[in-house]
């Protein structure tokens, strides 16, 4: 059979490029702006197709779905492709596994809000044409390495993966603790198991210990410090559970991290606002290093009270603010009351549209039904306000913000999901003088003299500051050990889920 002529082969190449990307409107423009002209099946295309290799057989590193991309059968096809019609298709699918690895591994596998209501984060998604477009431009090996996060965290991460991964092949950290818990002074093979299972951790040195002596009291609180648990030295109910927790557990968090960090991939501002839901926590960061760090208390494990994860920017701070109660709680919480008693809630006022204070006494609320509740609710400034006598706004559709309470004790609790949504801080006071420092030589006289006066004052913050509300069961620390925390949500679990039906398997590493 004779070889078809160049021109022809170019053409049935051209046309075969045309019709396998007619269904994908940025492949194909990409494609019919270069008039068609091959981006990897061409004599030139040899480092493209090799970076592309290598990212696809590197993709399992990054907790990616490397079936997504069948590497395998895309090399069959290649390899098979001995005419310009089979070139031009396996061209466009080529593309199309390109497209779909760089934006897995940039900005994530899964869409946040398919997976859980509560996370309604922004993800920086690219453009896919422009993938295609500055990747025909760039260095292919360079191209990909700068594709996912260029984070520390995710670095730390990716490290804390193969660290896992290794020790999942080698039986983790070895027999469970039969013992649902354990005191300073035990003895027994529930005291050497746990021995066995810190040392494993890292968090003992080696030790032929069989009693549970000063030694494993420390490594017992070093733990408890890694796992967000009250370091008493006493392996309760809690920790037991923490130490317990297999190998292939903690990789699962550890890679729902890495999937959490690729959501997240975009710049977080060189100061920014770092609030950790799982490890209630609030951070202020200057150049990846925490200058500021607070408890805090956050939304209730119900479902209509879980705080969200979502970026935005903190514009002011409200000194002696006013509270406006939520129309949700107002009629869910407050109007019931009322309707028992007209009286209730006292410390609270009932105001009209135009704002001003109804009579009570003029008022049957058991008239009004959540619907047609027709009235606001307001508490004034002061010592009892709910919000304290500072609140921090980042303007958002979810009525979220950070804020003082005058219900203190909670922060001593370990788990401390208790708000309707919003971010308690333990220190606002601090966290106010350490955002108006920029701005002012005497931060904590600025803020007091207006506190003095009792009055709510609005005080803008002349750079904004980004604030991000996230949610990690893993984090790192630039040194020291992989911090652990509980899923008080049920979140990642079911980003899990997900990531696994999407093809994302755990691995166990030899050597």
Known sequence: MLALPAQAQMTAFKQ???????????????????????LWTAANGKARRSALVAALRDAPEHGLPAPRYDLDGLLDRLSAAKTSKARGVVEVEMSRVFLQYARDVQTGVLTPGKIDSGIVRDVPRRDRLSYLVNFAKSNPSGFFRALPPRTNEYARLMKEKMRLEHLVASGGWGPRVPAGALKPGATGNAVIALRNRLIAMGFMGRSATQSYDAEMQQAVQAFQLAHGLEPDGVAGDGTMTEVNTSAEDRLKSVMVAMERERWLNMP?????????????????????????????VVGATASDRRTPEFSDVMEHMVINPTWHVPRSIAVKEYLPMLKRNRNAVSHLRVVDSRGSTVNRNAVDFSNYTARTFPFNIKQPPGQSNALGLVKFMFPNRYNIYLHDTPTK???????????????????????????????TNDPEGYFKQRLDTGRETVVPLEQPVPVHLIYRTAFTKAKGHTQYRRDIYGRDARIWNALSQSGVALRAVQG
């Open 16 to 38: 075969a490029v045309a019709t396998a990307a007619s269904d994908d409107e940025h492949i194909a423009a990409f494609y019919q702006d270069r008039n068609y002209e091959p």
């Open 268 to 296: 977080r501002g060189d100061r920014h606002i770092l609030v950790n839901i799982t490890d209630f926590s609030a951070r202020i960061v200057d150049n990846d290093t925490v200058t500021f760090e607070t408890r805090s």
């Open 409 to 439: 004790h909670l922060f001593s609790r370990e788990v401390r999901a208790y708000s309707h949504g919003c971010v308690r801080l333990q220190e606002p006071f601090e966290f106010a003088y350490a955002l108006l420092a920029r701005q």
